[in-house]
């Protein structure tokens, strides 16, 4: 399940650098090996979670969930503050992905006999991704 999730999350970051492109936007991943940011802060999250999902292959999933939620939130704040409608797709297609992935990593904890509970998303919006599909094709932002 990863290794499927780090080819999804490779072909978004593509998606993210045709924008960065289009708008002339330097990519301030583009010199910078895996996990290596040159916000302090994103750094600092970055090597928390990492330490948190290193100690055994549940606490990975649950950071990997955690994750899941941060993104959804993030992306449904940056559509809510463009109307450019390229950058829109593209974030509702990341958000597409990050509920599918929601959904395996709650799945994947569930056959482990761990319930997951949402860290970031309201209960509802939390029951409303789980108790769908998996989503194909374009993405379609649900409201936070």
């Not at 990519?27 to 090597?47: C, H, I, K």
């Not at 990492?50 to 992306?75: N, P, Q, R, Y």
């Not at 958000?95 to 997951?116: A, E, I």
């Amino acid at each position: 399940m990863f290794k499927n999730i780090a080819e999804s999350e490779s072909t978004h970051v593509n998606a993210v650098r045709s924008l960065l492109e289009k708008y002339n936007i330097t990519d301030p991943t583009a010199n910078e090996p895996v996990g290596v940011f040159t916000n302090p802060d994103l750094q600092a999250l970055y090597d928390q979670l990492i330490e948190m999902g290193s100690k055994s292959e549940v606490d990975a999933l649950m950071v990997g969930a955690l994750i899941e939620e941060t993104d959804i939130i993030d992306l449904q704040e940056r559509i809510d503050q463009t109307n450019k409608l390229d950058i829109i797709a593209v974030y509702e297609n990341l958000m597409k992905g990050s509920r599918n992935h929601l959904r395996s990593f709650v799945k994947t904890l569930s056959s482990y006999g761990v319930t997951y509970e949402p860290q970031l998303l309201s209960k509802a919006e939390y029951e409303e991704i789980i108790g769908s599909e998996m989503e194909t094709g374009q993405g379609k932002g649900k409201g936070h």
